[in-house]
């Protein structure tokens, strides 16, 4: 008897399994066949672009590398002005006066007429009513050493801007990249959790069907139907986090229309362990890197790399330089300075109507002087001590920060270098994990409709493998962003530093 009643369970779980799998196949054909509209318009018009692409196109447009080159191009600006104190300086200035009252000076009488009074005096004008003066005057220094060594400040502030400019292009391609990758992982949870709503629905249809057969409790259905209103919410929870990654990474393009962005690749499909397996979109997104080392003994190649290549420490090892050209700079305010100059003087006036330069009648007169101007400072006031002082300590505070950065960078080294390795080891573990889950839920729902296992077991294996699977992918998004900011801390980004190429896929 009790056989006969398990007979007729498992018949009617296999009847109710049938017009599940029929139900849900009409509805899937019909929304094939339902045309999509503005939805299909909308994907028609997204931009699918690889990693790759989106670098390029950061590099391109990103506003934090405009700005930094913008930088270069006032240091540049400064060099060209630093070479203005070596070339000749030369001045034309010119003037015209027009006396309205003349200045009148009094004379004593006496110059002019012995007879006259002690208290006599004559009026005198000085100069005519029209008063024209011109000077050309030149400048060529010959002896000024804070020239040349101020020459040299600017070309290493020159040298400074031109490597913010590489650093900030590598701290953007780094943040896209991570950008890209995150919203991979958003668009992976939204996949899974769509994944385990559709599984949800689909159990509870069943389950529907043999409550309605009296085979299934009514706790059976109602606990279903609270896991899948729980699980709604989290869709729509992680629908708007892949919608506010995908905006974020249209900001660091500078793309308006930012939720049509779309990129390549599947966290969940990509094969860590050989780059043959993937397919090309998770291929490109595997390559992309520029570090090649791999492993613990990868760790002192880093530190090599990093010591030469890494662009924070190059900028305060550049900046160090400045600091003591800019301390030899201001030493050399000791020394004097020898400049060879000469004027030419043009003078003229004349009476009634203005005349260009007396050229109607008048008199003008011409002076023509050269001569070598040596200056030396004496004493002024210790400014001069107090300055070198100031710049000796800010000498001293770039050689300290340099130091600190250095040991700080191998600290971040070696700690990428071991997430990278953790993170792949993790994959690997994870890559197993999803496989023994697949197989898990599927004996569990086979289980199910043979009226051998319990919903609860079901329920538990669908949530184990939506888990393994979002952990996978959480182990790769981890490796992938390791390696990008490995690439950063050893001064080797792609396509700022170097070419992207493939290799093995580590």
């Known amino acids: 008897m009790v056989g006969m009643i398990k007979t007729m369970q498992r018949a009617v779980r296999r009847a109710a399994s049938v017009w599940t799998s029929t139900a849900f196949g009409a509805v899937a054909v019909g929304l094939v066949l339902t045309p999509v509209g503005p939805v299909g318009a909308q994907e028609e018009s997204a931009q699918v672009l690889g990693i790759e692409d989106v670098v390029r196109m950061a590099l391109r447009q990103n506003r934090d590398i405009r700005a930094a080159r913008l930088g270069l191009e006032e240091a540049e600006e400064r060099v060209s002005e630093a070479w203005s104190s070596v070339y000749p300086s030369v001045d034309l200035n010119a003037s015209y006066t027009r006396n309205v009252s003349p200045t009148v000076n009094f004379l004593p009488a006496q110059i002019f007429d012995p007879s006259a009074g002690p208290d006599d005096y004559i009026s005198v004008q000085f100069g005519a009513d029209n008063q024209w003066s011109s000077t050309l005057s030149l400048e060529q220094p010959l002896f000024r050493p804070g020239v040349m060594v101020a020459l040299g400040a600017a070309g290493r502030y020159r040298n400074l801007q031109a490597e913010s400019v590489r650093g900030s292009s590598q701290v953007v391609v780094t943040r896209v990249r991570v950008a890209y990758y995150q919203l991979l992982l958003m668009q992976e949870q939204v996949r899974l959790v769509e994944n385990s709503v559709r599984r949800v629905r689909e159990s509870l249809q069943e389950t529907r069907a043999l409550n309605t057969a009296g085979l299934s409790s009514d706790y059976d259905v109602l606990r279903l139907e609270v896991e899948l209103s729980n699980l709604e919410p989290n869709l729509r929870r992680a629908e708007n986090s892949a919608m506010q990654a995908r905006r974020q990474l249209a900001v660091d393009l500078a793309i308006s229309d930012q939720e049509s962005l779309r990129v390549k690749g599947v966290l969940a499909e990509m094969e860590l362990g050989d780059l043959e397996l993937n397919s090309p979109d998770n291929a490109e997104v595997l390559a992309f890197v520029g570090f090649r080392g791999f492993g613990a003994e990868a760790v002192d190649a880093a530190l090599t790399m990093a010591s030469d290549l890494r662009s924070d420490l190059r900028q305060m090892e550049l900046n160090e330089e400045l600091r003591k050209t800019e301390m030899r700079l201001e030493q050399m305010e000791y020394l004097p300075d020898v400049t060879l100059f000469g004027n030419y003087v043009i003078s003229a006036q004349n009476n009634g109507g203005p005349s260009f330069f007396a050229m109607n009648g008048g008199q003008r007169a011409y002076s023509r002087l050269v001569g070598i101007r040596f200056s030396i400072p004496v004493f002024t006031g ?63 729902r086979a289980q199910y409709r043979e009226g051998l296992g319990s919903q609860l077991e079901l329920t538990d294996s669908e949530v184990a493998l939506r888990q393994s699977e979002f952990n996978y992918a959480q182990a790769v998004y981890d490796y992938l962003v390791a390696r990008a900011q490995l690439d950063e801390a050893t001064g080797s980004v792609p396509l700022v530093d170097m070419e992207p190429r493939v290799d093995d896929g580590r």
């Open 382 to 444: 210790f400014r001069r001590d107090a300055r070198i002082d100031q710049k000796r300590a800010l000498m001293r505070q770039a050689e300290t920060q340099t130091r600190l950065a250095r040991d700080m960078a191998s600290t971040q080294i070696k700690g990428l270098v071991e997430a990278a390795d953790e993170a792949l080891r993790r994959a690997d573990g994870q890559s197993l994990a999803v496989t023994q889950a697949q197989r898990g839920f599927a004996i569990a």
